[in-house]
């Protein structure tokens, strides 16, 4: 078994046969390590763009990579079948930072190599979450750039400073290093199958239906969050900015005060959020109690 930690670099343009963007793949750099984490070989090949022949200014600052170096390299279908002959037949678990790489790679292979699968994707684990973990930074909500965590873990990110896609897997596969629990890394991974391909093209939603059977009517039966007592509902339920949302007073405590109810439907679970804003006369509110909780 090998693992293979991957990195793309890629240029977001407009396709005109897809009728909106893709983010196009131009490089791919990727390294194997074995189960020892040692570092066996390495893998580096730069795309020749079909969609658009210019690099966004973003992409050519973070990588120095030029409108020439691009139109010399190889077409896609030529890179995934360079790369999938370097993987070898080896087993292998593929490690990306953020699985936003996954999903371009989804897109490229249905856009150009009219696949509806990664070919050679088997076995995943998406490094920045695994990483993320064991940080103070595990439950923050928010999802740490890899630089960013690798400062976390006692890496200086400078040691890497060219944003190329190898360079980024081997700062990425540093922060594995770090952070290497193989019973915690084998919890943390995928098999490629058709579940781990509806969770990656899922799409989060709000739930605006007060009436839907997700919602559950419990929720919005509020109580003083001081005093717990009894409260009168001055404003009805009204759905805004992803929240249901009411007005309530309490006789005991002379406060007013706004609920608000979030449900966002992720994959496989429903995620609920309730906070209560103080009412005062001043300009603007601050939430002063949120309670977070999965159903
Ligand atoms: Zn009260």
């Not at 046969?17 to 040692?38: H, M, R, S, T, V």
């Not at 993320?132 to 976390?152: H, I, R, Y």
């Not at 001081?226 to 309490?250: L, M, T």
Request: hydrophobic share 35%; with cysteine; net charge neutral.
């Amino acid at each position: 078994m090998q693992y293979i930690v991957m990195d793309l670099e890629w240029n977001t343009a407009y396709s005109k046969k897809l009728g909106g963007f893709i983010n196009e793949i131009i490089e791919i750099g990727a390294l194997a390590l074995d189960e020892q984490l040692q570092e066996t070989k390495t893998f580096s090949v730069i795309i020749r763009s079909q969609v658009s022949k210019r690099l966004q200014s973003r992409v050519k600052s973070l990588t120095h990579l030029t409108n020439a170096d691009i139109s010399h390299g190889v077409t896609f279908r030529e890179a995934v079948e360079r790369f999938t002959a370097w993987l070898g037949d080896e087993d292998n678990t593929f490690l990306t930072w953020g699985d936003g790489d996954i999903r371009t790679l989804v897109k490229n292979c249905a856009c150009f190599l009219e696949l509806p699968e990664i070919p050679f994707l088997h076995h995943y684990v998406d490094l920045q979450k695994y990483c993320q973990s064991f940080t103070d930074a595990a439950n923050s909500g928010q999802q740490l750039g890899l630089s960013a965590a690798a400062v976390k873990l006692g890496i200086d990110p400078d040691v890497y400073p060219h944003h190329r896609a190898l360079d980024d897997s081997r700062l990425a596969a540093a922060c594995l290093l770090c952070v290497f629990d193989q019973k915690r890394l084998s919890q943390a991974a995928h098999w490629c199958d058709k579940p781990f391909y509806e969770r990656l093209s899922f799409h989060p939603y709000y739930i605006s239906d007060i009436n839907s059977p997700l919602v559950d009517a419990d929720a919005f039966r509020c109580v003083c969050d001081v005093c717990g007592g009894k409260v009168k509902k001055e404003k009805n339920w009204k759905y805004s900015n992803h929240a249901f949302r009411a007005v309530f007073y309490c006789q005991k405590c002379d406060r007013r005060f706004r609920v608000s109810i979030q449900y966002k439907q992720l994959y496989d679970r429903l995620d609920v959020r309730k906070t209560y804003t103080e009412i005062t006369n001043a300009p603007e509110s601050i939430p002063v109690k949120a309670e977070k909780s999965e159903a």
